[in-house]
């Protein structure tokens, strides 16, 4: 056990003579205690690499191994109680062991500092972080694609600027995130990549006295490779931005699906309805269902997209190497994982369970003239009128249509003749809602023949 006087060295060598109001400013213990498995894994393997050296005895090791493996147990036990006094996650568990197997313990921090400590630490935790969300966002699409395959054949109005432009498949707008959150996926390989490289032997700043080998240190942590240059090691926070753009566009793109979602699920739309297990009512309004769950998503990736430039806002303007000003990005570093690791959850629920309308798509195309570009079109193809002339004849006759309360489908022929004589009853499968998808031609178009293949290719992307 610890004997007094050691107990002492290690409780005040640090913060010697600090108040109890610094050392409840200065502690971070309440926002790191979120990495005490990597800091457990880091010391391990520095561990290993001073008994290499023949710093530590293979007595000692095994025995700091144990302490360490047993702090482990007493955390998931919930018996564990950090102290500010001992300021962060790396202090605290120095104390804890000293406790476990005394004087020992004063040895775990030869050749090393806190500052390499926390950066490999933090690498570790973004790595897996970013394999979690990865995997979240895997499941919404998962959820995307299921309703995708289901709706393979429902036709809604496709918008731009809101305004109803032409018939696509549901499944097509749907495919469109698909490849959003594909990129997503990709972007937080970076992230992953760009935090591949382990910090220690970095030391505090200049390299550590001991020639602990980074090989054994990066096998032990699962690195690829070691940082060439330690006071880049130590300062570096780069990765972690890696992470808050991945996650940036991972929530602009689930901000634009909840605001789309939210505006389909509105009685003037009628496409979307939220499922009742993540829509609310209102407290006096008997007969609204709110789309809350979509609209708390908005408000939150929203939320999201500004921790980049929160974490930007530290790192930025400071000199080489390590300041304190770095503690603080830890905090926000885990509030962007969690709020995004809900809300791709949520989304993916929501995608799952809700309905989208089958037949108000096709009614909303046929009101508001969704073919018109087709029949412009079938001038061109079929009485060779050169383009800008058939849209000025296909403009006027939507104009006439409007005026007289009609839609495509229901002028007849001699109304269409009004405004180019050689029209003939072929116009008709051109007004056609089916007929315009059949007649989509390129690779990434709503053809229903490319969407099934499409959904084909997410599905073995997705298995
Ligand atoms: N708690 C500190 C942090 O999160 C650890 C590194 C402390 N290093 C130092 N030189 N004070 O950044």
């Known amino acids: 056990m610890a004997n007094k006087k050691n107990k002492k060295i290690l409780s005040s060598s640090i913060n010697k003579k600090s108040s109890s109001l610094m050392d409840d400013f200065n502690s971070s213990i309440n926002i790191d205690q979120r990495l005490i498995e990597e800091d457990l894994a880091v010391t391990k393997s520095h561990v290993d690499a001073l008994h290499k050296l023949g710093t530590l005895s293979i007595k000692e090791k095994n025995k700091i191994h144990k302490g360490l493996s ?22 605290n568990i120095e104390y804890f062991l000293h406790q476990k197997i005394g004087d020992t313990a004063l040895k775990i921090h030869t050749g090393r500092s806190r500052n390499d400590q926390v ?13 979690i969300l990865q995997n979240e966002i895997k499941q919404l699409m998962i959820s995307i694609l299921g309703q995708a395959k289901y709706h393979k054949e429902t036709i809604i109005p496709g918008f731009t600027h809101l305004q109803i432009a032409q018939p696509i498949l549901l499944a097509h707008h749907l495919m469109a995130y698909l ?28 390299g550590s006295n001991y020639s602990l080998d980074t090989h054994l240190l990066n096998k032990k942590l699962n690195f690829t490779k070691s940082k060439n240059n330690s006071m880049d090691g130590v300062s570096d926070r780069d990765f972690c931005m890696y992470f808050l753009h991945a996650s940036s566009m991972t929530a602009i793109h689930l901000s634009k699906l909840s605001a789309e979602l939210v505006l389909w699920s509105s009685n003037l739309f009628g496409m979307f309805n939220v499922h009742e297990e993540y829509s609310t009512g209102s407290s006096i309004m008997p007969q609204k ?15 999201i997209r500004t921790k980049a430039m929160e974490f930007s806002n530290i790192i930025s303007g400071i000199p080489l190497t390590y300041f304190k000003d770095f503690q603080e990005d830890k905090k926000i570093i885990f509030e962007c994982f969690d709020e995004l690791k809900i809300c791709l959850n949520v989304m993916s629920e929501v995608i799952k369970k809700s309905h989208f309308n089958e037949d108000k798509g096709v009614q909303l195309c046929n009101s508001y003239f969704a073919t018109a570009t087709d029949l ?64 989509k031609k390129t690779p990434m178009s709503t053809n229903p023949k490319n969407i099934s293949k499409q959904i084909k290719k997410y599905d073995l992307y997705l298995k």
């Open 289 to 303: 269902r709110n789309p809350d769950s979509l609209e708390l998503i908005r408000s939150k990736s929203n939320i």
């Open 70 to 91: 047993s702090i482990q147990k007493d955390y998931l036990d919930g018996k564990i109680i950090f102290s500010k006094k001992n300021e962060d996650i790396h202090m």
């Open 376 to 439: 412009a079109d079938y001038l061109v193809i079929e009485k060779k009128i050169p383009f800008r002339q058939s849209y000025k004849i296909i403009a006027d006759i939507v104009h006439y249509a409007q005026n007289h309360n009609k839609n495509l489908s229901n002028l007849n022929l001699n109304e269409f003749q009004l405004f180019e004589s050689t029209i003939d009853k072929k116009i008709y499968h051109y007004v056609d809602v089916k007929n315009s998808l059949n007649r």
């Open 119 to 131: 950066a490999t630490d933090t690498r570790l935790w973004i790595m897996k972080s970013s394999k």
């Open 179 to 206: 490849e959003m959150f594909r990129r997503d996926l990709d972007y937080f390989s970076f992230s992953i990549k760009g935090s591949d490289e382990n910090v220690l032997g970095s030391a505090a700043l200049a």
